[in-house]
């Protein structure tokens, strides 16, 4: 598609007189209106002024690009005005207006129009380009003028994609541009960053994120080699890779005016590192690096955390149907055959385990999934879920999900680097139609004659092995998971321990979540009852913030001792590791069992033996807090 395919020549005024910002507006949405791809004028205008309401969108130079994207247009679509004495548009560098571009964007999925219009933009940014648009004396030299640059001119996408190899010496920058709408200005940023890097012989790559999506996407080798990050964004970017990271934040339109600014500040290296809000545990306690076992874990957890949804509400939901029956039947009266049946017994425990049982049910699909997203992005998802589905419903369980997970992203990858060396046309549908297909019948053979015979029997073996497991082995299992839980408070050890408490879980041993869960009470616990009893070895603000790890504690919130632990990790995490994992032994000692996998002393009516699991989460709670005593330091 092509500009010109946008602009009807009935939409093109090469005269027009407003008298204000509002006029000139009344005047644009008139000529499109003229095109015949708008179906309800009103309100279509409401949204051109709505969109005008967030911020201008004069965006200096003499140019305007005012747009609106509702259901009343039926067909995207251009509209021009010359206005020869100018108008006042509220533009951000005051100068009166006479290029105006109005866009009309429909509200579907179908964003092939974008890369036109956000080509335009980019075009916009030339001065002799808008200078021949203000000269043409017709409507057709007008549309000639542009047709031509469109010629000229790469897409948007190889353009961006095209910066060439950086020199040894070259400063080397990376950059994000997004607007709320993202039709032009994330483009016309781009375009503003990209001349003033050159013209400071910098190295630049940037990502816009469009409407249609991230285009460009940075990806972490660029980012970790970075002098430093540019975001001009009015819309939200993801900011957590930038961690650790020089970033200049700024708004949208200062990458059209000021790149040249921005460009300089990169340069002079007088740039705060940012810090990242959203921190794991891990990075806290110790910075993580960008090792292939650290994005094997960060895939991880991508599926762990889309899951968890999953497996709370639904686990809980569940543990309440036991519980329904266990308030409204006599257990001693009920036959061994009615026993099994034990949690769907009454209706509303009934309804409470389909309800439940249809989330759980959502937990390996979901997990595979997501871990294949992470990899393969969101032509793996699709691949991922059923690869999942079929763990679920065969034998292999929690680690068939597991390597399915895997297993999809990378066969997507895989057909990504097939399908490159195909035809531009079959390229363009391999999202949609070889990516799903193969991908999913590579995923079902492999599940079929590797992962469920392999991971099949491997998880039948372990699930048998755990039922079967004797007192003194279930003392050292839960001895290990709670300790497990407080090695890193969020980080790998603390999710490996949790995820194989979820997947014991649907494999019906529920003692090992009890261990899991206490051993994620115990820290945040000990640290709020030791900064009671041992005021000297805690400053004022850790005395302070101490009691409140009480209610951190009690709801399985373990990162609330990561700050403790982060200041003197020496002495910290020995003592919550071997408190931890002393609560873990005695919740196996006492046979506490927990079919719901979060929720700490709120799921304690759900619980087996909840009396002795509180006298376990004291003992260790206790144990924890002598340590922490006996091995601080006063503090001065």
């Known amino acids: 598609m092509r500009i010109t395919d946008l602009l009807d020549i009935r939409s093109i005024s090469m005269d027009a007189a407003p008298k204000s910002k509002n006029e000139a507006l009344d005047q644009a949405v008139s000529l499109m209106v003229k095109s015949g791809r708008i179906n309800d004028e009103e309100a279509y205008k409401r949204q051109v002024y709505k969109r005008e309401e967030e911020s201008t969108t004069g965006i200096g130079e003499g140019i305007a690009i005012p747009h609106g994207k509702c259901d009343a247009v039926e067909q995207p679509g251009l509209a021009a005005m010359v206005v020869k004495d100018g108008v006042d548009f509220d533009s951000l560098d005051g ?104 013209a400071k012989d910098c190295f630049i790559k940037i990502e816009t994120r469009g409407s249609g999506g991230a285009k460009n996407v940075l990806t972490a080798q660029e980012i970790k080699e970075a002098d430093c990050v540019i975001v001009a964004a009015d819309a939200q970017v993801p900011m957590d890779r930038f961690d650790g990271k020089k970033v200049i934040e700024r708004q949208v339109s200062d990458g059209i005016h000021k790149a040249d600014e921005l460009i300089a500040l990169a340069i002079s290296g007088e740039v705060l590192v940012y810090k990242s809000a959203n921190q794991s545990a891990e990075t806290k306690i110790k910075k993580a690096g960008g090792s292939i076992g650290h994005q094997i874990y960060t895939q991880l957890m991508n599926g762990v955390s889309h899951m968890l949804p999953f497996v709370v509400g639904g686990g809980i939901l569940i543990a309440l149907s036991f519980l329904i029956d266990g308030m409204l039947v006599d257990m001693n009266a009920l036959s061994v055959a009615d026993r099994v049946n034990f949690g769907t017994i009454t209706p509303v425990a009934a309804m409470f385990k389909n309800i439940g049982g249809v989330a759980f049910g959502f937990m390996l699909p979901v997990l595979a999934g997501f871990i294949a997203m992470a990899i393969g992005d969101r032509p793996a998802l699709a691949v991922g879920f059923v690869g999942g589905m079929m763990a679920a419903s065969g034998t292999s369980g929690f680690l068939g999900a597991l390597a399915a997970g895997f297993a999809a992203g990378y066969i997507i990858l895989m057909l990504r680097k097939i399908c490159a060396k195909l035809p531009e046309a079959l390229e363009k549908i391999a999202p949609v139609l070889i990516y799903p297909v193969l991908g999913i019948l590579v995923m079902g053979l492999l599940m079929l004659f590797i992962v469920e015979p392999v991971m099949g029997g491997i998880n039948t073996a372990l699930n048998n092995g755990l039922t079967n497991m004797g007192g003194s082995s279930k003392l050292f299992l839960g001895m290990l998971l709670g300790g497990m839980m407080a090695i890193d408070m969020g980080g790998p050890f603390n999710k490996a321990a949790y995820v194989f408490g979820t997947a014991a879980i649907a494999a019906g041993n529920y003692d090992i979540m009890a261990a899991v869960m206490i051993g994620g009470m115990t820290p945040p616990c000990a640290i709020a009852l030791a900064t009671l009893f041992f005021k000297n070895k805690f400053t004022k603000e850790e005395r302070e913030s101490g009691p409140m790890n009480f209610i951190m504690g009690l709801a399985f919130i373990t990162e609330g001792a990561i700050p403790y632990a982060a200041a003197d990790p020496l002495r910290v995490l020995p003592s919550c590791i071997l408190g931890s994992a002393a609560a873990g032994a005695l919740s196996m000692a006492f046979g506490c069992t927990l079919m719901a996998p979060h929720g700490g002393i709120f799921v304690v009516p759900v619980m087996e033996n909840a009396l002795m699991y509180l006298v376990a989460l004291v003992v260790g709670t206790v144990i924890s807090t002598v340590l922490l005593g006996v091995l601080k330091k006063k503090v001065d």
């Open 95 to 198: 100068a009166p207006v006479s290029l105006i571009f109005l866009i009309a964007a429909p509200n579907t999925e179908d964003n092939v129009h974008l890369d036109v219009l956000s080509k335009l933009s980019m075009m916009l940014m030339d001065e002799q380009f808008t200078e021949n648009l203000r000269a043409a004396s017709t409507p057709e030299e007008f549309l000639e003028i542009i047709d031509k640059a469109d010629e000229e001119k790469k897409s948007v996408d190889e353009r961006l994609a095209d910066m060439g190899e950086v020199k040894a010496d070259q400063i080397k920058i990376v950059a994000v541009t997004s607007c709320p709408t993202g039709i032009a200005h994330t483009y016309m940023a781009a375009e503003g960053l990209e001349k003033a890097a050159k």
